[in-house]
């Protein structure tokens, strides 16, 4: 009975249709995307305020680190693909093959996380920190600015990939990501910055058992289409961090 | 409440085409090798290199934006308000640039 009443009052135009005649968790997302497109052209903006306003900025990419750069921009845009072809066999109900299309696009996450982590320890032994720059002294910036926009939007990979990990596997993610998490604690030398790192994995898993233990559900075609739309904006904004921080400062010839 | 469940609306459009994903995908590939190829080669001067490689990357970000997060299909308000609002506000930005080229002409260390 309930429902004629809301049916009726829905027919009735009491309440307004969406503004962007779409669900509101679509919205919702897009709107989160938005502020956190600020974000990252705040740390793009400042990062290029650097390199402009600083005559010997470091040039520290050579070969190795392009072609090691393109290998993760190639990994994020192929991501993107089965991140699409997720939604679209979630579209049609497909459980088995959203399932294997999510998991492909976490592997291509996972993979860039890893290549990305294997540049900041190669960068860091160089003697990059956010306060020190082996290659001018008087630019400590370089590594502050890079580390913070990097940093950012590693995180916001990690994050993305447990994000699909739990639309995919749902409750079963937990005990992947808790091993992930202890075996990378364990295995991870503790002067690693990355030994530290990877306690955002528990972080993660924590505030995924609480979503996952108080609204229990099995997520929908909207669902992987939200997660989804997060995805592609990690993927986005990758697009100009790969030519501002690493095309910029090439040393190749 | 049948006309707004959730499962309707998503049946009204499937059977989509994956084609134009693949060619999108293709085409941000290919625009990826253009730029490391101009970066490698270092063609362009700095400055100048700059504008290009960020004229190629908001085409790429306007491909990923109108196909994989579907904006293009979306309804022609939602479209133009995030985009405007987006535009507009990360414009904003650029009064810091005014700056940085400052302390470039007064030769500041």
Redesign the interface.
């Known amino acids: 009975m309930a ?1 004629v009443a ?2 009726h009052i829905a027919a009735s135009g009491v309440y307004e249709p969406s ?5 509101s968790k679509k ?1 919702g997302m ?1 709107l989160f995307l ?1 502020s956190d ?2 974000t990252f ?2 740390l793009l ?1 400042a990062y ?2 650097g390199r ?2 600083t ?1 010997n900025w470091p040039t520290p990419f050579g070969k190795s680190s ?1 072609i090691n750069a ?1 290998i993760m ?2 990994c994020l ?2 991501s ?2 089965t ?3 997720a939604v ?1 066999a979630a ?3 497909d459980r088995k093959k959203t399932l294997l299309w999510l998991l492909a696009t976490m592997f291509f996450g996972t993979a860039f996380i890893v290549l990305h982590a294997k540049e900041w320890t190669g960068l860091i032994g160089e003697g990059l920190t956010p306060f020190n720059n082996p290659w001018a002294a ?1 630019v400590p910036q370089f590594g502050g600015t890079f580390f913070t926009l990097t940093g950012m939007h590693m995180l916001h990979v990690t994050l993305g990939v447990i994000y699909l990990g739990v639309v995919a596997l749902r409750k079963k993610f937990l005990p992947v990501l808790l091993v992930i998490w202890l075996v990378g604690w364990l295995v991870i030398p503790a002067g690693s910055v990355f030994h530290t790192g990877i306690h955002v994995l528990l972080a993660a898993a924590i505030v995924a058992a609480i979503v996952l233990f108080l609204k229990p559900k099995i997520y ?3 669902d992987v ?1 939200v997660a ?2 997060y995805w ?2 990690v ?2 904004v990758w ?2 961090i ?3 921080v ?3 400062s ?1 040393k ?2 | ?1 049948h006309h707004i469940t ?1 499962g309707r ?2 049946a009204a ?4 085409s ?1 084609t134009p ?2 060619v999108v ?1 293709g085409a ?2 290919v625009l ?1 090798a253009i ?2 190829v ?5 063609v362009f001067r ?1 400055l100048h ?2 504008e290009v ?2 004229a ?2 908001i085409v ?2 306007a491909l ?2 109108g196909y ?3 904006l293009k299909f ?2 022609a ?2 479209k133009w ?2 985009m405007i ?2 535009v507009l ?2 414009t904003l ?2 009064v ?2 005014a ?3 400052r ?2 002409s007064l030769g ?2």
């Open positions: 429902d809301v049916d503004l962007f005649g779409t669900y919205i897009w938005l497109s600020l052209g705040a903006f290029s305020y402009i306003s005559p392009i393109t921009t190639g845009l192929s993107s693909v991140m699409v072809l679209l579209r049609v109900s008087n929908d075609a909207h289409e989804g739309l592609h904006f993927d986005l697009m100009f790969f030519p501002l690493y095309l910029m090439t190749v010839v | 409440m959730p609306a998503i459009h499937h059977e989509e994956k994903y693949f995908w941000l590939l990826t730029e490391v101009l970066a490698y080669k270092q700095p290199m700059l490689l960020m190629l990357s790429k970000s990923i934006i994989f997060m579907h979306e309804a308000t939602m308000i995030l609002s987006l506000c990360l930005m650029f810091f640039f700056d940085a080229f302390i470039l500041a260390r």
